[in-house]
């Protein structure tokens, strides 16, 4: 699927039209561009992307792997440029919050965290890990920019892209989210590089199936949905506005040009093998990390990395677009997303991921985020329950 990009210049200009509005605290400045995709461009494109996952009591969802890069590409960590912040830190807060009455040691894990799953260039279903990030119309979900372009066969977007929060074994709790729009830096857009492997992408309004109507055959032939015929009888699935991302599950906060060595919480969903071989994670549940970023950056110059902080952490990929969350509160399950997993490193030698790297957020992540945080979706389930065409 070829999809022409559009460029927004950001910069000077852009901040004296308005593209960069106030709503952010602490000054935004980029020297780049921000590249905008459309995904499923109308309701009728998006009820097809949502019947495409729900269909067969959410089959599709269930036959979808891991999306990674061959574990075998893992490299030593070495030190190589640096982080570079482009002005002032800044941030904005998050949304929503859910309570916790538990005296637990224990993590609590945000509601907003989920799986992104899409089909790749060959024709393979797939999943990344992601969130639900705060913004104007509670339906902004962050993610590595891997996990929007297909950098693998050097194609536009990742088809049938949707977001599911609490994402388990089929189970979409809140509901399934397609995407409308992604917003990249152009940097990783038309040149791949992976110091800008971040994407921030609108959702439609979220859907859930809400049992089965018996029609006739002409209703059937007309009916957009999902629907089964058997027995000389036509079923169609019915459909549920569950609404907004950010009213369902919050939205995680955003920051840019912080120190490297902040304190982060880093959920998502590894599955892939070690590179020995050695496999403990089943990509099934949530698992999460907890450490200092660092400076340091991944050797691996096909990549274009320069500007990488790390943790040490040893997730495997399917953590791929996890958020890297400072100031997490245990409470609300609510902090800042200040990175993205994008790359996996063994760091002692020993055939083991032990180190994952994200793009340094700086002024130029603002602008990408500030683009796609003030964009509206809207919604796809009519209301007697049926898919808009």
């Given at each position: 699927?070829?999809?022409?990009?559009i460029?927004?210049?950001?910069?000077?200009?852009?901040l004296?039209t308005?593209?960069?509005?106030?709503?952010?605290?602490?000054?935004?400045?980029?020297?780049?561009?921000?590249?905008t995709?459309?995904?499923?461009?109308?309701?009728?494109?998006?009820?097809?992307?949502?019947?495409?996952?729900?269909?067969?009591?959410?089959?599709?969802l269930?036959?979808?792997?891991?999306?990674?890069?061959?574990?075998?590409?893992?490299?030593k960590?070495?030190?190589k440029?640096?982080?570079?912040?482009?002005?002032?830190?800044?941030?904005t807060?998050?949304?929503?919050?859910?309570?916790?009455?538990?005296?637990?040691?224990?993590?609590?894990?945000?509601?907003?965290?989920?799986?992104?799953?899409?089909?790749?260039?060959?024709g393979?279903?797939?999943?990344?890990?992601?969130?639900?990030?705060?913004?104007?119309?509670?339906?902004l979900?962050?993610?590595?920019?891997?996990?929007?372009?297909?950098?693998?066969?050097?194609?536009?977007?990742?088809?049938?892209?949707v977001?599911?929060?609490?994402?388990?074994?089929?189970?979409?709790?809140?509901?399934?989210?397609?995407?409308?729009?992604?917003?990249?830096?152009?940097?990783?857009?038309?040149?791949?590089d992976?110091?800008?492997?971040?994407?921030?992408?609108?959702?439609?309004?979220?859907?859930?199936?809400?049992?089965?109507?018996?029609?006739?055959?002409?209703?059937?032939?007309?009916?957009s949905?999902?629907?089964?015929?058997?027995?000389?009888?036509?079923?169609i699935?019915?459909?549920?506005?569950v609404?907004?991302?950010?009213?369902?599950?919050?939205?995680?906060?955003?920051?840019?040009?912080?120190?490297?060595?902040?304190?982060?919480?880093?959920?998502?969903?590894?599955?892939?093998?070690?590179?020995?071989?050695?496999?403990?994670?089943?990509?099934?549940?949530?698992?999460?990390?907890?450490?200092?970023?660092?400076?340091?950056?991944?050797?691996?110059?096909?990549?274009?990395?320069?500007?990488?902080i790390?943790?040490k952490?040893?997730?495997?990929?399917?953590?791929?677009?996890?958020?890297?969350?400072?100031?997490?509160?245990?409470?609300?399950?609510?902090?800042?997303?200040?990175?993205?997993?994008?790359?996996?490193?063994?760091?002692?030698?020993?055939?083991?991921?032990?180190?994952?790297?994200?793009?340094?957020?700086?002024?130029?992540?603002?602008?990408?985020?500030e683009?796609?945080?003030?964009?509206?979706?809207?919604?796809?389930?009519?209301?007697?329950?049926?898919?808009?065409?």
């Amino acid at each position: 699927m070829f999809v022409k990009r559009i460029l927004l210049p950001v910069g000077g200009a852009a901040l004296a039209t308005g593209l960069l509005t106030t709503g952010l605290t602490g000054a935004v400045q980029a020297a780049g561009d921000v590249a905008t995709d459309p995904m499923a461009r109308n309701t009728s494109q998006a009820a097809s992307v949502a019947s495409f996952w729900l269909a067969s009591n959410g089959a599709a969802l269930r036959r979808a792997t891991a999306y990674t890069w061959d574990s075998n590409q893992v490299r030593k960590v070495v030190s190589k440029g640096g982080y570079n912040p482009d002005g002032r830190p800044g941030s904005t807060a998050p949304g929503g919050s859910e309570r916790s009455s538990s005296n637990s040691q224990n993590v609590n894990l945000p509601k907003t965290v989920g799986k992104v799953f899409f089909v790749d260039g060959s024709g393979k279903f797939r999943w990344c890990s992601a969130t639900s990030i705060q913004s104007n119309y509670r339906n902004l979900v962050a993610t590595a920019g891997h996990c929007v372009y297909d950098t693998d066969t050097n194609t536009a977007l990742l088809d049938n892209w949707v977001f599911v929060p609490g994402y388990y074994e089929g189970k979409t709790p809140w509901g399934i989210y397609v995407g409308k729009t992604a917003f990249t830096h152009q940097d990783f857009d038309v040149y791949e590089d992976y110091d800008r492997d971040y994407a921030f992408v609108t959702v439609y309004n979220g859907i859930q199936f809400n049992g089965v109507k018996r029609v006739s055959s002409r209703d059937y032939k007309r009916f957009s949905g999902p629907k089964r015929s058997w027995g000389g009888k036509h079923y169609i699935l019915l459909s549920k506005d569950v609404g907004r991302l950010g009213d369902n599950v919050g939205g995680q906060g955003f920051s840019w040009n912080q120190a490297s060595n902040r304190t982060v919480r880093t959920f998502g969903y590894p599955s892939a093998p070690h590179p020995d071989g050695n496999k403990p994670y089943s990509g099934v549940t949530p698992k999460h990390c907890y450490g200092r970023t660092t400076a340091k950056t991944v050797g691996a110059p096909w990549l274009k990395i320069q500007e990488h902080i790390g943790l040490k952490c040893a997730v495997t990929p399917g953590f791929d677009g996890a958020p890297w969350l400072t100031q997490y509160s245990n409470g609300r399950r609510l902090g800042y997303v200040n990175g993205v997993a994008s790359t996996f490193a063994d760091q002692d030698g020993n055939d083991r991921i032990d180190y994952i790297t994200s793009p340094y957020f700086d002024g130029e992540t603002a602008a990408v985020y500030e683009a796609a945080r003030n964009v509206w979706s809207g919604k796809i389930v009519g209301p007697k329950g049926e898919l808009y065409k």
